[in-house]
């Protein structure tokens, strides 16, 4: 009888991983064009030039920076916001696992003991009955004939996958944040040199102004607009300190960490150029952005839940068997003759429910739901590429004409300081050649920060800043 149990149990674990019915996937077809958008904002695709992939550059290859690597590199390590995207990539690892532990028995062992006063048929009164056992035994055991909970150990498997792409987008989005952020601590450390070296020159031609002022040689206006010129200079330098100490409490969130002093940068114009990269086509770009893989996956795991709702219209068979030894005494237990077995196969054959239908229907609309999501996320990815790409294709002539401007001020500021020395032109001049001098510098300074915060902008929407390797499945 044992052999016949266990043979029983082999034959409807094999007959058991029959074929699931969830509906066959079919990607849906990307709603954006099939190229990059072009026009007088847009530089033509360097593509042609050998630039690697976004997708395939390690992000120590494109971040080259000592200084910035090693507090990427602490990010990495201390950031709240990845470490709970990683544990959440564990918490669904392990929900999958326990999903597909349903299609396994869970084989229990099962002692009782009882002792009742009865009375007995035929008996002159009452008797005290005892029953010892001891078990081994399988207690309701779903039998996945027609692929339900596999169905939704697919959805499982899925929506794992889901989590472990976020957890990429989570990272992605910190190493780019963190490289912003110490993009703008060194811009605004080099606006802040700039301002005192401002203030300092500021304050010797207040200083001249007014020794020729005590001796006659200057009116008490120059004096006046030179003071201006100083208040306005120690504002901007107050101004940059706060902006500072700021941005290093910025990059000491990013890093989870503090950050030592020695790696800050100093200036903007001490970082590492960033090399380029080819935004490639967007059917090669926008399938690899794992927010779209994300999206993707999220929309397979409506798709098999499909199949479970359609399993939920057919017969569920399950078993419950135990077998063991039982006796009236403690003692005679395990003796000969005390061998006991149970098996209990039970099918269930919906007649009506009008509960499945509508889980269906639910579960249809789900992935019409999880389809808009998948194209909506194509639309947003291609958007910010597209974007990105316009404002690369017009800060170089943006950077140009800046410094060309800048030339062009600080020669007028020259001459103008001449002209005022010799007497032939009034302070105000020199005022405002001054001024638009370090208007130019600090708009040469926020122009160049952009084209580097740009570089990390397309690096990061492009896909760069993870590997593409894929999550273990079990």
């Known amino acids: 009888m044992i052999w016949k149990l266990l043979s029983l149990l082999a034959v409807t674990a094999v007959l058991g991983p029959g074929c699931t019915m969830i509906p066959n996937y079919t990607r849906p077809e990307a709603p954006v064009s099939a190229d990059w958008p072009g026009g007088p904002a847009y530089q033509a695709p360097p593509a ?9 550059l390690q992000w120590r290859e494109f971040f080259t920076d000592a200084r910035l ?22 918490r669904a690892r392990a929900l999958y696992r326990v999903q597909q532990s349903e299609l396994f028995p869970t084989v229990e062992s099962k002692s009782s003991a009882s002792k009742s006063r009865v009375k007995i048929s035929g008996s002159t ?5 005892e029953e010892y056992g001891v078990n081994l035994g399988i207690a309701s055991w779903e039998i996945d004939f027609f692929g339900r909970i596999r169905s939704l150990g697919k959805r499982a498997l899925e929506e794992y996958f889901a989590t472990d792409q976020a957890r990429r987008s989570t990272q992605i989005l910190l190493i780019s944040e963190v490289a912003r952020a110490y ?7 080099e606006n802040l040199k700039l301002a005192k070296s401002t203030l300092e020159s500021q304050q010797a031609a207040q200083y001249l102004i007014r020794r020729r002022f005590e001796v006659g040689l200057a009116p008490e206006l120059d004096l006046r607009q030179v003071q201006t010129r100083v208040d306005a200079a120690r504002v901007d330098v107050a101004k940059y300190t706060a902006q500072v100490a700021q941005d290093e409490n910025a990059l000491t969130l990013l890093a989870g960490a503090p950050v030592p002093a020695e790696r800050l940068p100093e200036e903007l114009s001490v970082v590492k150029p960033l ?10 770009v926008l399938l690899r952005r794992p927010d779209i893989l994300q999206a993707e996956h999220v929309l397979k795991a409506a798709n098999a839940n499909i199949g479970a709702a359609r399993a939920a219209f057919f017969p569920r068979v399950s078993l ?22 149970s098996y209990a196969p039970q099918i269930v054959l919906p007649i009506f429910d009008a509960r499945t239908w509508s889980a269906l229907r639910v579960t249809k609309v789900e992935r019409e739901i999880a389809v808009a999501q998948y194209e909506k996320a194509i639309q947003g990815a291609f958007r910010e590429v597209a974007d990105v790409l316009a404002q690369k294709g017009t800060l170089g002539d ?19 300081t001449a002209r005022y020395e010799k007497g032939i032109d009034i302070y105000l001049n020199v005022l405002d050649a001054q001024r638009s001098l370090y208007s130019a510098q600090q708009g040469l300074i ?16 492009l896909g760069g800043g993870d590997s593409n390797t894929p999550p273990e499945g079990g």
């Open 398 to 416: 943006q950077l140009e004409a800046q410094q060309s401007l800048l030339d062009a001020t600080a020669k007028t500021y020259r001459l103008s």
């Open 48 to 56: 042609a030039s050998g630039a690697p992939a976004a997708a395939d």
């Open 183 to 189: 993009l703008t601590l060194a811009a605004d450390r």
């Open 125 to 129: 009164g009452l008797v005290t009955v």
């Open 320 to 341: 419950t068997s135990a077998i063991g030894t039982a006796s009236g005494e403690l003692s005679g237990l395990f003796k000969s003759g005390s061998f006991v077995w």
């Open 69 to 90: 690597q090693e507090i990427i590199e602490t990010a990495l390590q201390n950031n709240r916001d990845l470490r709970v995207a990683a544990l959440n990539v564990d």
């Open 275 to 284: 090399p380029e990269v080819s935004p490639g086509t967007p059917s090669e």
């Open 446 to 461: 926020a122009i160049r920060l952009a084209k580097l915060a740009n570089q990390v902008r397309l690096y990061a929407v």
